[in-house]
């Protein structure tokens, strides 16, 4: 009933940029905190950015200056601004949203089904 929706994701070549969106969709009550993560081959899923339904972020010390995260409320949408990017940031990226949907009695996470970010000459 509740979906998250990726775009945004490709090949790029070091010292590029992309930006990813993610948009949650349904019977939707209310969206708390949404963020980024990433998971590399062989390596474990990582944060990468959150941010509060208030605008308050947070980033993983990797990616601090160099990625912004933003959100827009009222399209259930958070973007993740990804600029000099590095081989190292190749990774399969994950939205991820705490939300409350109608006629449920909590929040709990959802997750996209993921966008490849590849960075590659």
């Known amino acids: 009933q509740v979906q998250l929706v990726e775009s945004g994701g490709g090949l790029v070549q070091p010292g590029g940029s992309l930006r990813l969106s993610c948009a949650a969709s349904?019977?939707?009550?209310?969206?708390?905190?949404m963020g980024w993560y990433r998971q590399a081959p062989g390596k474990q899923r990582e944060l990468v950015a959150s941010?509060?339904?208030?605008?308050?972020?947070n980033y993983a010390d990797s990616v601090k200056g160099q990625f912004t995260i933003s959100r827009d409320n009222a399209k259930n949408t958070v973007y993740l601004q990804m600029n000099s990017l590095k081989p190292e940031d190749t990774a399969v990226y994950y939205c991820?949203?705490?939300?409350?949907?109608?006629?449920?009695?909590?929040?709990?996470?959802?997750w996209g089904q993921g966008t490849q970010v590849t960075v590659s000459s």
């Open positions: 991820n949203a705490v939300i409350r949907g109608w006629l449920e009695p909590r929040f709990r996470d959802y």
């Open positions: 349904g019977r939707i009550f209310s969206i708390n905190a």
């Open positions: 941010i509060t339904s208030g605008g308050s972020t």
